[in-house]
């Protein structure tokens, strides 16, 4: 529609007292036409505003919608997100843990994410050397100190570990093996196509007790483990009448962090049950507090 009105808009310029003649060269572009219009007197000039302003007008209407493009943003091969870690402290800035890569991040609300697998160099056993070490089953930033992050990894076949990073991801070190993770599918004696994982919501954190936060973490089949030393060192919680007690989600009472409630798989029987910790900085044991019939909780849902 623009292109319609534009010779006309021009004819009637040219006509406005010669205006073309006495400025050879003046622009035929929307802004060269106004100010031909502005400085020279014309009969017609108010009717050559009214229609340069339709020509703008439909210029606006004919705006097109911009073009979206998507690229590989990693590690070739594919392979899914299991869990999601956002920063407390900044906001927009998220830890997306995967199972064959183990770390994007983003801090704009996930419109950019940018692949982290950067080994620190205080790390002196070689994460990350191994495929795998690729696979993060958790990931979450501390609620107590900056830009320190919390992950445990591994796969199936083993390697992994407890990983801490002390600048948002940037690089990682793995500070303990105290137990397997496991960041893909599961393997037998559990259900054969590798589901429920043991990935997701599988640390919980306590920042209001003593120097650093107590780590809460479910491994794949060796139950609850508990840290005070940011991970160096652990302590078992036993999770009763389960062997191995696989543990599928964990969470912490949002009103007392002294509780802490885990789900669990049952590989004899294929039921799921729900342990409550109670005193859970000092517990030694876990107690029963639900079991079948309910949903099965696959996945990590708790």
């Known amino acids: 529609m623009a292109n319609t009105w534009m010779p006309i808009v021009q004819f009637l310029v040219r006509r406005c007292s010669h205006a073309q003649r006495r400025e050879p060269g003046t622009q035929t572009s929307p802004r060269g036409l106004l100010i031909s219009l502005r400085k020279h007197y014309c009969p017609v000039r108010g009717l050559c505003i009214v229609l340069f302003g339709v020509m703008l007008a439909s210029q606006a209407w004919a705006v097109q919608p911009p073009t979206y493009t998507f690229a590989p943003s990693g590690k070739d091969g594919g392979g899914c997100m299991v869990s999601v870690a956002p920063d407390p402290f900044i906001p927009g800035r998220v830890i997306c843990g995967g199972d064959s890569w183990p770390f994007h991040l983003t801090t704009n609300y996930g419109r950019l994410m940018i692949p982290i697998c950067v080994r620190d160099p205080g790390d002196k056993d070689g994460l990350f050397d191994s495929a795998n070490d690729m696979g993060a089953a958790a990931t979450r930033f501390s609620r107590k100190t900056t830009n320190l992050v919390y992950s445990a990894t591994g796969e199936i076949s083993g390697g992994g570990g407890f990983l801490l990073s002390t600048n948002a991801g940037s690089t990682w070190m793995r500070v303990s093996t105290p137990a397997k993770f496991v960041g893909d599918n599961d393997a037998p004696p559990l259900v054969t196509q590798g589901h429920p994982r043991s990935v997701g919501n599988m640390i919980a954190l306590d920042p209001s ?66 342990y409550v910790i109670s005193n859970a900085p000092s517990a030694s044991n876990a107690i029963l507090v639900s079991q079948p019939p309910f949903p099965r909780l696959r996945n990590s849902l708790l």
């Open 209 to 274: 007790s003593g120097p650093n936060e107590i780590i809460y973490v479910g491994t794949y089949s060796n139950g609850v483990i508990r840290s005070t030393s940011g991970g160096t060192a652990w302590t078992a919680i036993t999770i009763p009448a389960l062997t191995p007690p696989y543990v599928r989600g964990l969470a912490m009472d949002d009103l007392d962090p002294t509780v802490v409630y885990v789900a669990c798989y049952n590989a004899s029987n294929g039921n799921d049950s729900v």
